[in-house]
């Protein structure tokens, strides 16, 4: 029975603190023989059931999961121009089949569009089959040639959650783009990951999509991580792949569309944000364990400590939650230390004076007490893990607030993008955008910005000084 | 609102009856543009959803499920000579990344050992690391050239469950195979589909395994399909892989190793075996729609019997059933044909004279009827879900046991295997069993028989007359 040692390094460093967690939360190991290809270790497949378990919770509300194939054949492919100009430098293709060539070549999904919806199709006939609202949860791949990084940028992405949803009318498609942004809020409020929202601008769009709104997170070093992304595809593509219904008077129409994607980056971004010095820090919903028991076993009351802990484990089980003992033969510190990186909310220690007492002493991932009375233990387990979730969000809350700056100038924008975001008014010209880009060494993320933590305000274009309107500049991963 | 329409082909033609519920029942649909890739509709995904969902139930007592890289490069690939052998005219190769060819190309893996046992390499350590237990549940890619079938014969396996354990001994290794042969077969009970495992002949079995255990589930057509296998490994992956342990004084030993598969066959079986000229059958515990409810809407009492649909779905839920009302305006017949089509277990109807009556009338898949009281209506339906289930397992079994026949002579054997499987006495040679398999134009599926459908008995061999062994022939899929 070894003990875990070592320590992280701080998060200040955080990109160190990144690579580390990894696999010392046992989340992810990055040894695999090919570059930006990542194997998941239990625990962090355990932390990613967890989270698309939410997102399907919340997709099944009025969405239906569906699964499409990988390989994606050249001539379907190659048929919507925006759309390959965008990634024809990041697509795998499959060329032979055992020793043989292949007549035609097989793309790797980099993402299901062109998959998809020539079956969509075949499938919508009427008015009455429309809204249509299917999603899957799949691998995709990009031939990524920058510099990977587990779970942020890969070329395997394992855990791509696309929705594709198709309409009667660009406005039906529209009201369903601003569902999905109230849908992706709840994702992230269940995560307790801040977002800003944002329209991004029409040179960073979704190749193919009229516009693309996208959930940035802003990550501990202030740099942003693009975790989520919108699309309303307008009639392009149903004009490409030829979706049109029967509507009520017997004409043919062109149908409107819309995908949005979640990958694992939402997992990125629930480490990255909660997680401190000590190692994972976990919302109770998205922990696979949510509370450790450590009995302190001393000679005194050996036996009946043990048994206290059994009981302690078959009531949180009872009560729901995913409970663990931890009886291993090692100091008490250990054992903390073990759980701590793991990012377990919650532990309950049991001792001989605990049993005489009547109390089980509880402790939170963040190192604070609490003395519970044994009876009815799980109530007050209950109350202080919603009370853990609701610090969880304030603390990240907090943080985001101190890393967005409303600005008024080039200069303090440039102050301003080293420690976080800024706020900048911008007269919606691409010229004004790649000087602010330019100057600042950033990106301009977008405009129309939805988030609670940002006040609404009008001013002048800090390039030109023309009228403008709200945008986020920062730079992203 | 249109009605369903058209009926199946009998069951009696399997082959075209199966194509043809794939897609009546919503399964899947066979038209995506590449051959021997199909899609999952939204209800043959739910399906697939709750079978997997059983299967992760039985490995997560004791296994831990993880996630390995699609791509495995050649280097790897390439390691094990045997295995090589086994699948080189099988694999996609990824050859292009963007408009760049590959340095090292890629294979879409056909099964996992390639990716995962360089990561154990690394990972197992001592031999308390062991044993090790772990799944993964993903796509794989076999490039058939023969003809292909959903669900059956695939080049892309969308649903591949795979497990792979290490062991400090062969004695340990042999356990696991038992354990699984275990899990197997208690997972096929789930689905109420009879199997007959045997073990594989040695030119038969998974390229680089000591020996092969599989499970055969007998078609309706009396062909067999294999629905999953089991093999020991022995050390061979280990001597490639470098896969060692410290033992308890410290030194070196290599591991012993096992893997075990089920693929999406399992729902082929599922299909297969229950289905009738009507529709899918499914288990209770396999179906999308547990129970559906039909309100008897006449002009009388409209109200209450709409009300009375709703406080029934309301309680059935709460009893935590999936449930669904039918209120579509159609007729009663339409919507029965619709559900019937898709499987559903149980049916319950009310209308103003039920609700007279207080009664609720409940009609089973197999068109079995009876009154249940309206007062605890869950506790009803809980015994006749219970009971259709069982009603189920034991048509499966009675059919099962009508394809199976025990024969003493070729001439038997071939007439047998004209309706299902033929277990014969055979010595154990290969020449023999070439002979068997030429005469009688089917595969010699395995000796050393599990099934409680077939009585030991000891013979001699059907070819040679020497003292033989029970062994099952048949045509497979």
New interface residues.
Partial sequence: ??EDSGSLPSKNNFSEWYNEILWRAEIM?V????KG??????HG??I??ATYGILRELLDRDH????????I?E??FMKEAEHIKGF????????????SKLD???A?RPTSET?IY??YA??VRSH?DLPLK?YQIV?TFR?E?KHTRPLIRL??I?SFKEAHTVHATWEDANNQVEEAAVLYREFYDRLCVPIVMSKRPDWDKFPGADFTLAADVIMPDGRTLQAGTIHHLGDNFAKTFDITYEDENGGQQLAFQTCYGISERCIAALISVHGDDKGLVLPPALAPVQIVIVPIIMKKMAEEVAQAAKDIEAEMKTAGYRVKIDDRPLRPGAKYYHWEMRGVPLRLEIGPRDIENGVVMAVNRLGEKTTLPRENLADGVSSLLDAFKDQLMASAVGKVKEKIHIVNSLDEAKEAVETGIAVVQWCGCEECADEIEKVLDVSLLGDDIRSEYIEKAEGKCIVCGRPGKQAVVGRSY
Same sequence: chains 1, 2.
């Fill in positions: 029975m070894s190991d040894r695999y023989p090919v290809l990542y194997v998941w270790y239990p497949f355990a990613r059931k239906e999961e569906t699964l499409f194939p990988l390989l054949p001539h379907e024809e430098e990041e697509v795998y293709w499959v060329t032979h089949g055992g020793l035609v070549p097989l790797l998959a020539p079956m075949l499938w009455a299917y691998n031939y040639t070329r395997e394992t």
